[in-house]
């Protein structure tokens, strides 16, 4: 007997060399040579293909190779879930090959290179590289170059302090939020919208992605004009295009700066990229000089000089020396060049002094300088320990001297300087491109904010210790040659300065027309504001080309502003809105106690985000009241906007937990106390019909429970489904979804649910039990009356709405019962004129009264008017009654026309003695023509046991039986013994069959025999029928006058209100003794007959309408 031995296969990744790797005299299977390329195909997906094939292949195919039958085999009793739970280590697999790149720069450029680079080659940015840097650049920009040194020189030392610190302390905790933030799980592209939109759901993430997208333009509007003022005060003479202002100055320059920055970053953003090394050394190099500046400042004073008239500071750009003999000078305040001219008397009454602009580091200028120089417009700006003769102003001699351009004061300068520590998000805007988000943007973002606050308080130090006031104060340098001030203290020239702050705000203008329009590009794909949705597209490459022609639109708008110091404050709004909202995501995340909130940075607390938001709130309101409402008011309508037309998103949003737990905290509260009469409203459960096609059946019944909804309470809209949830689960969940588009259809704001039930009515009690939660339930069912009830030979439709009606009674709920529901307005009418008329029978608690007024708020019943019927007996004095029902409609504040309809006793009609016959005919027929479906199978059952007794007894005695009984029975058919005697089901069929017991034996079908008995029953019914006698003295006195009732109540109801809108009755109950079922709906139909549209309506046992307040 041969023997075989076991040798493992390893496996090999090159074919070729497999006879090499196995060894030579290694067996390969021959299976897995002939099954790589299947092999390859399930390495991809492993668990495609039919999992229960390698378990029952063993002995379904036995050749098959063993390999596969072991495959798998440990983890055979999950096999079956595979699809929907795989495996974890094909989940961690995926997670591991997960990319949070989208298509951003560097796509762009790939596509415009026309190369694509392998994504394995894209390198991941680290903290310093990604985060810290592009934090630095642009947090220190055009503010620090050309308005910290007058911030300092108007607000003096401590004032500039407090205002460096508060803004930067306000960064700093709005970075400690925005980090909490960012390191709750990863952080796709998107950056700063992306984390708002997904803390605070599409409105919020909407209104404050618009605010930070309007302030990165804003930004840009900022930059550009800082780049013209540097460009016309102190790069180019001074030559004007417009001879008139230099405001029109600053309007061209900087409309054709903008045009030729948005050519480059439309042609392509590569080079916006290759060029941010230089903005960010150019920033570099200026810091530098100015603290080797200040250095040599101490050691050293430099050469820059300042010449006073007095104590006044003059301009020296038109002269040389600063002395009287000076031609230059002299002609400025004198009419001509000789001793003997006019001159003005200012000028002729104090001398000239020269004194250092930098003098060094002296206890003096820090004096100077450490309190505020707060002044009005066109004030001279005046040296304070240096004394001159006062002399009268001569306004044309003005322009010589250095002034505010206009008045300054403490919020103001708030205002311009936040915009110095906006582009703390630049780090998590890169979030995409970095190698570890969720650690490089806290470390790298507090890090900036932590070095550029050093910078900005070290410079406030330095600027008031080395710089004399009078310069500080002078915001454009004109007395210093007309250089920025900050260049006189910088080191080796102030040409550093200059050329530094002139390419810092090019590269942080081109930065923001490059970010700006991806932002409004991220905003419009999400699709949360549809008339945005146009920005979403553009180039091949995906540019955003319609989002930069909109932003460069917007910046046009700041650049006609034409004022750096007007544009300063609108950016600095729309940057503190959207740090409040980070400060807010994080504080409501950290309360709510959600469990996805996990984050990794844990060095947060919910009080410092509310601190940060609280401080974000005031210097908005600090910088510009004005500009803070405005601001706040575009946010709101945003946000309104996107809650009324916007797109519904779900992204596990703060917001719709903070919903949750307030939810949950109002049903609690709602559960401890009753319900005051004051707040009852109606709390509808709708109560639907689905056809066969899981349609809703009548559509209006919809649209009049959205006009219900005046009180604006609950609305639920149910179905029921016959059947097993396990069989028609699916149908429900379509069934769902049906009703929830019938209601968005109508209008109808609620909750939907269709309940899978062994039978309708279980369905419909259990609805009326459970729907609605805690203080929510409903209080009222609506429902349509069911229109064929008497067609319908099944009564399961009349004991349906019969029982309906006694739980609602029992369950204290009101009910209402629309008649012809397909008649009623849509939302969309407008009933001009007409009226809405109520029977009021009887009291049951006001909720007839109720409902015509909640009517009436809606448009389109709003212009019908409201009358009140009441019925007067013969007791009754209709006169007072109609004054105490005037009063107390007065009362209860309701305007309706009162009418008291008298009703006189009267002998009982021939009609209505017909119409009760024919009911009672009816129903008496109903009853001995229809067998229920219960009755049917048990006398199918008791039939067929008795026909198996007798196969069994025939059997036995087959042996000794006549051959004419012992022929074969075919197997389809069963010979029953029929018992006309047991077969009847009335004393009627008793008495015709009579009391012979003889039996008939015959073999028959099952199908002959159930068309027999029905033939049969339907014989009997009819013979019933013809044989009742119509004697009005046989009829129940109780139906008698019931239906007497409803026919003189009727004629008055037709009578009076055949022509108006909707007639609303008091509906009658149901009968205690189930016996009466039958004649229940037939009194109902009498009741509405020859009425359009009836409202039945039932109270709930409790009072619904109150006089008091």
């Not at 300042?306 to 006044?312: D, F, I, Q, T, Y």
């Not at 009852?680 to 019909?689: A, E, N, S």
């Not at 709906?1081 to 007959?1089: A, D, I, Y």
Request: hydrophobic share 40%.
């Amino acid at each position: 007997m041969p023997t075989f031995t076991v040798v493992p296969v390893e496996d090999v990744e090159d074919g070729s060399n497999s006879g090499a790797a196995a060894g030579g005299n290694r067996p390969i299977s021959l299976g897995k040579i002939f099954s790589e390329e299947q092999e390859a195909d399930s390495a991809e997906d492993p668990f495609s293909g039919d999992d229960n094939r390698r378990e029952s292949s063993a002995f379904i195919n036995p050749d098959m190779d063993t390999e596969t039958y072991y495959e798998g085999k440990n983890m055979a009793l999950f096999e079956e879930e595979m699809d929907s739970t795989p495996m974890v280590s094909s989940f961690l697999n995926k997670l591991a090959n997960y990319t949070n790149l989208t298509q951003g720069v560097r796509e762009h450029e790939e596509a415009e290179d026309g190369v694509r680079r392998a994504a394995v080659m894209v390198p991941h940015m680290g903290t310093f590289i990604g985060v810290y840097l592009p934090c630095m650049q642009n947090i220190l920009g055009v503010i620090l170059f050309l308005r910290l040194t007058w911030i300092v020189g108007t607000a003096g030392i401590l004032g500039s302090f407090a205002i460096v610190s508060m803004c930067c302390i306000c960064t700093l905790l709005t970075a400690i939020s925005m980090s909490a933030i960012a390191t709750n799980g990863v952080v796709p592209a998107g950056g700063s919208y992306y984390m708002i939109s997904r803390s605070l759901g599409p409105e919020f993430g909407g209104a404050v992605g618009l605010c930070l997208y309007l302030g990165t333009t804003f930004a840009g509007s900022l930059y550009i004009l800082g780049t013209i003022e540097i460009l016309l005060l102190y790069i180019i003479p001074p030559e004007k295009v417009v001879k008139e202002t230099t405001a029109n100055d600053m309007r061209i320059y900087g409309t054709c700066c903008l045009l030729l920055m948005a050519l480059v970053v439309f042609v392509g953003v590569k080079y916006v990229n290759k060029l941010a090394l230089v903005f960010l050394s150019c920033v570099v190099l200026s810091i530098m000089a100015t603290y080797a500046g200040a250095i040599k400042t101490a050691i050293k004073p430099s050469n820059f000089s300042v010449c006073l008239l007095g104590n006044r500071t003059l301009k020296n750009e038109m002269f040389e020396k600063c002395a009287k003999t000076d031609v230059e000078l002299w002609n400025l305040f004198c009419d001509s060049p000789y001793l003997n001219a006019t001159c003005d008397e200012y000028f002729a009454l104090n001398n000239l002094t020269e004194i250092q602009a930098t003098p060094g580091v002296l206890g003096e200028v820090i004096n100077d300088n450490l309190w505020g120089n707060y002044g009005p417009d066109n004030m001279v700006i005046e040296r304070k320990n240096l004394s001159s003769v006062p002399a009268e102003a001569n306004n044309d001699k003005l322009k010589n001297y250095v002034f505010n351009d206009w008045a300054t004061y403490f919020t103001l300068l708030v205002g311009i300087y936040f915009p110095s520590v906006t582009g703390i998000m630049a780090g998590s805007n890169r979030s995409g491109d970095l190698r570890d988000a969720q650690r490089s943007i806290p470390i790298g973002t507090i890090l900036a904010i932590l070095t550029t606050s050093f910078i900005y308080i070290s410079f406030v130090v330095l600027f008031g210790a080395c710089i004399e006031g009078v310069v500080l104060r002078d915001k454009f340098g004109f007395s210093v040659k007309t250089k920025p001030v900050i260049s006189i203290l910088a080191w080796p020239s102030p040409w550093v300065i200059v050329i530094g702050s002139f390419f810092s705000c090019c590269g942080a203008g081109l930065q923001s027309l490059t970010g700006a329009p991806r932002l409004l590009q991220a905003i419009a794909r999400d699709g949360i504001i549809p008339f945005l949705q146009v920005f979403g597209h553009g180039k091949a490459n995906g540019e955003p080309t319609w989002a930069l022609l909109l932003t460069v639109g917007i910046c046009e708008i700041g650049i006609l502003i034409a004022s750096l110091d007007h544009v300063a404050p609108i950016l600095s709004m729309f940057f503190l809105m959207c740090y409040l909202f980070v400060n807010l995501a994080c504080a409501v995340q950290t309360l709510l106690c959600t469990p996805n909130w996990r984050p990794r940075f844990k060095f947060y607390h919910w009080t410092l985000s509310f601190l940060g938001m609280s401080l974000c709130l005031s210097l908005m309101f600090i910088s510009s009241w004005i500009y803070a409402l405005v601001v706040i008011v575009i946010a709101g309508c945003i946000y309104k906007y996107i809650e009324y037309k916007g797109a519904v998103k779900e992204w596990g949003d703060g917001i719709r937990g903070l919903s949750l737990n307030a939810a949950r905290y109002a049903l609690i509260r709602l559960e401890e106390a009753p319900l005051h009469t004051k707040n009852w409203r109606p709390q509808l459960l709708v109560l639907c019909k689905l056809n066969s096609d899981l349609e809703v059946t009548h559509p209006r019944l919809l649209s009049f429970a959205t006009q219900l909804k005046a009180g604006k309470g609950l609305t639920i809209v149910c179905s029921v489904l016959e059947g097993t949830y396990m069989t028609r689960g699916d149908e429900a969940k379509k069934g769902e979804q049906n009703l929830k588009a019938a209601m968005a259809a109508e209008k109808t704001k609620g909750f939907s649910h269709v309940v899978v039930s062994s039978s309708l009515r279980d369905g419909f009690s259990i609805l009326i039990q459970s729907a609605g939660l805690g203080g929510m339930k409903h209080n009222a069912v609506l429902m349509a009356w069911p229109t064929g009830w008497k067609q319908d030979r099944d009564s399961s439709v009349r004991r349906n709405f019969i029982e309906t009606v006694r739980e609602t009674t029992s369950a204290h709920q009101a009910l209402l019962v629309a008649k012809n529901i397909d008649h009623f307005p849509a939302n969309q009418e407008r009933l001009k004129e007409g009226t809405v008329d109520v029977w009021w029978i009887v009291h049951d608690g006001g909720l007839l009264m109720l409902l015509p007024f909640l009517l009436s708020q809606h448009k389109v019943w709003r212009k019908c008017k409201m009358r009140i019927f009441t019925v007067a007996q013969m007791d009754d004095n209709s006169i007072q009654m109609k004054k105490d029902l005037q009063m107390f409609l007065y009362q209860l504040r309701l305007n309706a026309v009162v009418e008291v309809v008298e009703m006189h006793d009267s002998d009982i009609s021939a009609f209505t003695y017909e119409k009760t016959l024919v009911m009672e005919q009816r129903s008496q027929m109903l009853k001995q023509m229809q067998l229920s479906r219960t009755e049917r199978e048990r006398e199918i059952q008791s039939i067929t046991d008795v026909s198996r007794a007798s196969i069994k007894r025939k059997k036995c005695s087959s042996a000794d039986a006549p051959p004419l009984y012992s022929q074969c029975i075919p197997e389809d058919e069963a010979q029953l013994i029929h018992d006309r005697n047991t077969a009847s089901h009335s004393a009627a069929n008793d008495k015709a069959a009579g009391a012979t017991s003889d039996r008939v034996h015959m073999t028959w079908t099952k199908d002959k025999l159930q068309n027999e008995r029905n033939k049969h029953k339907e014989n009997m019914a009819v013979k019933d029928m013809f044989n009742m006698k119509p004697e009005w003295e046989n009829l129940n006195h109780s139906n008698v006058r019931r239906m007497h009732t409803a026919v003189k109540l009727n004629e008055v109801v037709v009578k009076k209100s055949c022509n108006s809108e909707l007639v609303l009755l008091n509906m009658p109950g149901p009968p205690k003794n189930k016996k009466g079922d039958d004649n229940y709906m037939e009194f109902l139909e009498v009741l509405m007959e020859g009425l359009d549209r009836v409202l039945l309506v039932r109270g709930g046992g409790r009072e619904v309408i109150t006089i008091y307040s």
